[in-house]
Every structure is written in structure tokens, then in C-alpha cells.
T-cell receptor, first 114, second 113 residues
Framework: ETGVTQTPRHLVMGMTNKKSLKCEQH?????MYWYKQSAKKPLELMFV???????ENNSVPSRFSPECPNSSHLFLHLHTLQPEDSALYLC?????????????FGSGTRLTVV | GEDVEQSLFLSVREGDSSVINCTYT??????LYWYKQEPGAGLQLLTY?????DMKQDQRLTVLLNKKDKHLSLRIADTQTGDSAIYFC?????????????FGSGTRLQVQP
């Protein structure tokens, strides 16, 4: 399988639940990203991992916890979320900073917090 | 801080040209991108332009860059119904310590038959 794969595609969770989003890339890229996409708002960068090291954390609440066990996998662990966290969560990867070829995005996980 | 702005909506008739505009604030931007997002999908890179270029053409797509005004546009010639999607402008930072692209809010293009 090629490209960036995100699972699950849809997730409904209560505010007291704990769940994890998974992202997997088979492109040999060495950087991975989590973005949050809410309606009518710019894509919000959440986390950046380069060579499995977190290099950017954009003031994301601690109820979101990323994990990058290797260069092919990225997780977003969720706990005690709020309804305003409902959004499409997009994972992306790139080689280096992705300047020449941009990022490759997954299809996203549509998260609904009830 | 860095900011990328786009209008939210554009409607055109099939066969017409579409022009989607974007403004950005970071004068050190090196690469500027256009991404397309179809329903239920992630973002797909359409094209990009390096900041020392004024124009780039790729089949039906033409990108124009006015670096002085920090204005980027995407022109789609002979727009088809399959072009209906959300189009995102993004910019890449120079060595400012930022490691990731900054995206606009996206412009929803609706193509009417």
C-alpha cells in the first residue's frame, strides 16, 4: 500500500473516553504532521515530527498527545476531549520540509465528540 | 505572525475560467502552493511556485505570483464539474524556525453545469 493511510475514517467519542488516531505512511518520508481542520477556518498545525523527534508543538491542549514510534507511524492519543474538538484531523508526511514536493496528506479522521 | 487569507467561495459556469486568489504576510516565503481537497478526502498538491518566479503554467492551471503585493492566484482554464472542490493556498517558511506549511482557510469552488 502506498501513500498516507489514516484510521479510523470516522470516530464518535464521549468526553470521558480515550481513543487514538493512527497514521501510516509508506513513502519513505522522514517528517510527519498532524493538522486540525474545522469548518471555515484555516488548517491548524498541531504537531510536527522530524526523524521521529517532535520539533513543533503549536500550543495544543494536553488532552491531545502525539506519539511517533518510528518514521512510518504517527499516533494522536485523545482523552477527555471537548465538543469543540470535533473536526477533521489530517495527517501528512514529507521528505525534509517538503519544499519541492509539498506534503502528502491522508484522507483524515472525522472526529465527533459528544 | 504568519497569515494566509483566501475568499471562502467562488461559483463559475462549466467552461469558464476560475481565478482563486490568496494573500500572505510572510515576505520570506520561499515556496507557495495550491492544494485541492475533494469531499471526504485529504489535500492533494496541485502545483507550487518558487518565490523567484512570476508565473507557472501546468496544463489548465496557471499560477501567478506578485511578490511585491504578496498575492498569489490560481487560474483554472475551461473549468469542469470535476474541478468542484476546496482549494487551499499554502506558504513555506524560510529558515525562521517554523517547520511546517501555513495554510489559508480554503476557497470552495462550485462549478455549475
Amino acid at each position: 500500500e502506498t501513500g498516507v493511510t489514516q484510521t479510523p475514517r470516522h470516530l464518535v467519542m464521549g468526553m470521558t473516553n480515550k481513543k487514538s488516531l493512527k497514521c501510516e505512511q509508506h513513502l519513505g518520508h522522514n517528517a510527519m504532521y498532524w493538522y486540525k481542520q474545522s469548518a471555515k477556518k484555516p488548517l491548524e498545525l498541531m504537531f510536527v515530527y522530524s526523524l521521529e523527534e517532535r520539533v513543533e508543538n503549536n500550543s495544543v491542549p494536553s488532552r491531545f498527545s502525539p506519539e511517533c514510534p518510528n518514521s512510518s507511524h504517527l499516533f494522536l492519543h485523545l482523552h477527555t476531549l471537548q465538543p469543540e474538538d470535533s473536526a477533521l484531523y489530517l495527517c501528512a508526511s514529507s521528505q525534509g520540509q517538503g519544499r519541492n514536493y509539498g506534503y502528502t496528506f491522508g484522507s483524515g479522521t472525522r472526529l465527533t465528540v459528544v | 505572525g504568519e497569515d494566509v487569507e483566501q475568499s471562502l467561495f467562488l461559483s463559475v459556469r462549466e467552461g469558464d475560467s476560475s481565478v482563486i486568489n490568496c494573500t500572505y504576510t510572510d515576505s520570506s516565503s520561499t515556496y507557495l502552493y495550491w492544494y485541492k481537497q475533494e469531499p471526504g478526502a485529504g489535500l492533494q498538491l496541485l502545483t507550487y511556485i518558487f518565490s523567484n518566479m512570476d508565473m507557472k503554467q501546468d496544463q489548465r492551471l496557471t499560477v501567478l505570483l506578485n511578490k511585491k503585493d504578496k498575492h498569489l492566484s490560481l487560474r483554472i482554464a475551461d473549468t469542469q464539474t470535476g474541478d468542484s472542490a476546496i482549494y487551499f493556498c499554502a506558504e513555506s517558511p524560510m529558515d525562521t524556525g517554523r517547520r511546517a506549511l501555513t495554510f489559508g482557510s480554503g476557497t470552495r469552488l462550485q462549478v455549475q453545469p
